[in-house]
């Protein structure tokens, strides 16, 4: 058992000396207040004190941190405390090492007495919300080796930084800088290996007056700057640097041809990123000769990186274990010396020209791989050979290629699948009930390809949540797979051919936010176990045969209006794989102390750099429905706010229950078209204020349109026509008066603007408030109609026999002919069974 024990009060008697020797004191992550400082005065050969995670609000003397006099090391990250610390602290001369990140500091550093803490080795000030100019004391700190600074407000420039010779690491980023940052002011902090200024604004010097710096980075980072005047192509200064590890350049729009001098100046990189810029031109040429063995990363996506991947790729460097080259122009096929590559585990190639097969010696070599991303290519063929050795994935995107033939029954040998996407391609026959093996799927995207047969029924669905097989060529019922599985979230099988009933079961998937059902030849009633599921937001049975009303308890769906609704969005973020080891470069802050006892504060252990072995993996949902007359794919975060309900094209009779004006006030669209609703649209609709689409078109609804409507003001598409309606249209207010005739036409008894029809000249019938009496006049009057047509129709057509008879005399003796056999056949056919039953009778 292990016992975690909170203190709030740390008092010692005053002289007390039993612990007078005591040098390294840890009471992190408790509550202690201000009160302590006054205890550790009990401590004087104290010189190491870990404070992290307590609360040091409260006040306290200079004395009682002057007590402190042989501290060397002090660390109170996460913690809250006094504002009036930084201006005391001085008194603490012995310090060495301060460390006050996530402690909610503000306010300037002028004035404090952190500049005369003289003998100061490292600082840490990140996240809190300092502000102001740097000052000019900070000169002062000339043994300083590490200094972090970022993510504050700080302004001003950084002038002050330029003397301390004695800088190892310093890191500027996410702040305020009013003068753009120019790196020529280092070049003389000779000993600078760390260099960070993610965020900021940034000077570069100029060809003309380049100056070649003293120090050699191992780690550079600079994303996310923005630059003064046109120049964004890369400091001048990095060409003298030979010993970088790790470089990160990326979302700066920097531009000219792929930097292969980088590569080629610094043998021992093994992290280069350069993402979401515009660098031009061919990757790694004429650079294919090299050996790159210590290259770990490489992130060059979103360029305009073109031709083909080199030929001998994972010979220059053998070492990877991250590649992204996605969202470039690349052209050609996957290098066979991939297959080389053991040691990557995630790589993306999406978004670029890439055609031809995945070859064997790749999936048989990068037996690592826990990420592959080849969606957006041309790829095609099979999608895995018979034999391959990728039994590690975990995330696999293979969509929007021209991959074919069947579904390998052996994919199921990759257990560790969270998500297969091999949505678009040309994929045909069965789905492999071997995938029922697959028990940590999460997303399952097979839409858009030729697959047929059933659903099977064995997926253990117990933890997917995204199921799309729409658009393929399925049939049977819907699989009781899905029964019971309370972590689905979206069931997309539309566009099938799909047929029996809705099942009972389908209210027990409580958190299934979208239902699409349409496009298939479903039956039967709708159930009203689907007014159970609360979570729903989108619902789609159109274009089947559902039959009877609509229920009422559909009004008491949330369509997005419930609590704790999941993230439609998709699968959003990326992962993250342990590194094995630190780098030996990363700059060490452990304790020396700590060995070989690992203090609490593990995570401190090492500050930047580290290599950052996340890898993007998201995911967005995209479903189609119909809305605004049209079918929209809707795709990503928008999936959060879109609700609606799509019931067309199917046999639905009776009155549109008054309860659906009841939906949320979220509630956007609704579509009960072509179908045999008969009644009065309901006034409750007006209720519906967020409404964009209603269409009630190709129905036998009869009455007037509720002029309440009006108050519908996002209404854009709105659509009767087709019904049996009367009376006067809506006041041409609000949205009503962008409607044209369109949106009317079919109900011969309606009037007014837009239509070209007077209500005024119109008999008192039409405006009658009774609207069932309209309703009897209009079926009279379809009747008649239809009689007399018959009538006609019959009378045409027995003149036009007579006519030919009288004409053709071969034709009128062959009638006449027929008439005479068909006489003499019924009088035989009588006589004979009257003389039967006679006989009959008689015996």
């Known amino acids: 058992m292990v016992c975690q024990m909170i203190i709030r009060y740390f008092i010692l008697p005053v002289g007390s000396n039993n612990l007078g020797k005591l040098q ?50 002090l660390y109170l990250d996460g913690s809250s405390i006094d504002e009036s610390f930084v201006s005391k602290v001085g008194v603490m001369t012995s310090l060495k090492v301060l460390s006050m990140t996530h402690c909610g500091l503000n306010g300037s550093l002028s004035g404090s007495g952190l500049c005369e803490l003289r003998n100061l080795r490292e600082i840490h000030l990140s996240h809190n919300q300092l502000e102001g100019i740097l000052p000019s004391c900070m000169a002062n700190w000339t043994s300083l080796r590490f200094l972090d600074l970022s993510d504050n407000h700080f302004s001003g420039n950084v002038q002050s930084l330029s003397d301390l010779r004695s800088l190892e690491f310093l890191s500027l980023s996410n702040n305020e800088f009013l003068n753009p940052i120019n790196f020529s002011s280092f070049f003389n902090l000779s000993n600078l290996k760390f260099l960070l200024s993610d965020n900021n604004k940034i000077a570069f010097e100029t060809d003309s007056h380049t ?41 700066n729009n920097l531009s000219g041809k792929f930097p292969t001098w980088l590569l080629e100046n610094n043998t021992r990189l093994e992290v280069l990123t350069l993402r979401n810029n515009s660098f031009t031109g061919s990757f790694l040429e004429p650079y294919e000769h090299y050996r790159h063995p210590n290259m770990k990363e490489i992130d060059i996506s979103s360029n305009y990186l073109q031709g083909p991947i080199p030929t001998n790729f994972g010979l220059i460097f053998p070492n990877l274990e991250y590649l992204d080259l996605s969202n470039n122009a690349f052209q050609g096929s996957i290098p066979s010396s991939f297959g080389n590559l053991v040691s990557m585990w995630a790589l993306d190639l999406s978004k670029n020209n890439l055609s031809g097969t995945i070859p064997m010696h790749f999936t048989m070599g990068c037996y690592s791989l826990e990420i592959l991303r080849l969606s957006n290519n041309n790829f095609s063929g099979q999608i895995f050979h018979t034999n391959f050795n990728t039994t590690n994935l975990e995330y696999l995107y293979l969509d929007n290629n021209h991959f074919s033939g069947k579904i390998p029954n052996s994919i199921s040998l990759m257990t560790s699948l969270w998500v297969i996407v091999m949505a678009n391609n040309q994929l045909e026959g069965r789905i492999p009930i071997e995938l029922c093996k697959l028990i940590n799927l999460e997303i399952f995207d097979l839409s858009e390809n030729n697959l047929s047969g059933f659903v099977p029924s064995c997926f253990n669905l117990s933890r997917i949540q995204f199921f799309h097989l729409n658009k393929n060529s399925l049939s049977g019922p819907i699989p009781s797979a899905f029964q019971n599985y309370s972590s689905l979230i979206t069931l997309d099988l539309r566009d099938n051919y799909l047929n029996g009933n809705i099942p009972d079961w389908i209210g027990s998937v409580s958190l299934l936010s979208i239902l699409l059902l349409g496009a298939n030849h479903l039956e039967g009633r709708i159930p009203t176990q689907v007014c159970l599921l609360q979570k729903l937001n989108l619902l789609d049975l159109s274009n089947n045969k559902f039959l009877g009303p609509i229920p009422p308890c559909l009004s008491n769906l949330s369509f997005g209006a419930s609590t704790n609704i999941p993230n439609l969005e998709g699968l959003l973020g990326e992962i993250y794989r342990p590194s094995t080891s630190t780098p030996t470069w990363a700059y060490p802050t452990t304790p020396t102390w700590a060995y070989p006892m690992t203090p609490t504060w593990t995570e401190f252990a ?15 949902q995209d479903v189609e429905f119909t809305t605004k007359s049209r079918t929209y794919s809707y795709k990503g975060d928008i999936l959060n706010y879109m609700s609606g309900i799509d019931l067309s094209c199917n046999r639905l009779v009776g009155e549109i229950p008054p309860e659906l004006g009841q939906i949320n006030s979220i509630f956007r669209v609704m579509n009960l078209s072509h179908n045999n609703l008969t009644g009065q649209i309901p006034i409750t609709f007006s209720n519906l204020k967020q409404m964009e689409s209603l269409d009630l078109s190709y129905n036998n609804l009869n009455g007037r349109i509720p002029p309440q409507l009006t108050e519908l003001t996002s209404l854009e598409v709105f659509s009767v026509a087709h019904n049996n309606l009367s009376g006067p249209l809506p006041d041409r207010k609000f949205q009503f008066g962008t409607f044209d005739e369109n949106s009317y036409e079919g109900n011969p008894l309606l009037c007014g603007l837009p239509l070209h029809k007077d209500c005024t000249k119109i008999g008192p019938q ?40 009288y004409i053709n005399p071969y034709w009128r003796k062959a009638w006449f002919n027929l008439i005479e056999k068909c006489i003499d056949t019924c009088y035989c056919f009588v006589v004979v069974y009257y003389h039967k039953l006679f006989n009959f009778r008689l015996a």
């Open 211 to 251: 100056r070649v710096p003293t120090f050699q980075l191992r780690l550079f980072r600079l994303s996310e700057c923005s630059f003064n005047g046109i120049n964004t192509t890369l400091p001048t200064f990095l060409h003298y640097q030979y010993d970088l590890r790790e470089i990160d350049l990326s979302h």
């Open 606 to 620: 090492y500050e930047e750099p580290t290599i950052e072995n996340f890898a993007p993996v998201d995911w967005k």
């Open 766 to 805: 039409s405006i009658m408030p009774v609207d069932h009496m309209e309703e009897k006049s209009g079926s009279f009057m379809d009747i008649s109609v239809f009689y007399i047509s018959f009538v006609v129709a019959y009378i045409i057509v027995l003149l036009g026999i007579v006519t030919v008879l």
């Open 24 to 73: 390294v004191l840890d009471l992190g992550w408790n509550k202690f207040s201000a009160r302590i400082f006054e205890s550790l005065s009990t401590f004087p050969s104290l010189k190491i004190l870990n404070l992290r995670g307590n609360n040091l609000e409260g006040s306290f003397t200079t004395e009682e941190l002057r007590a402190l006099n042989n501290l060397e090391e």
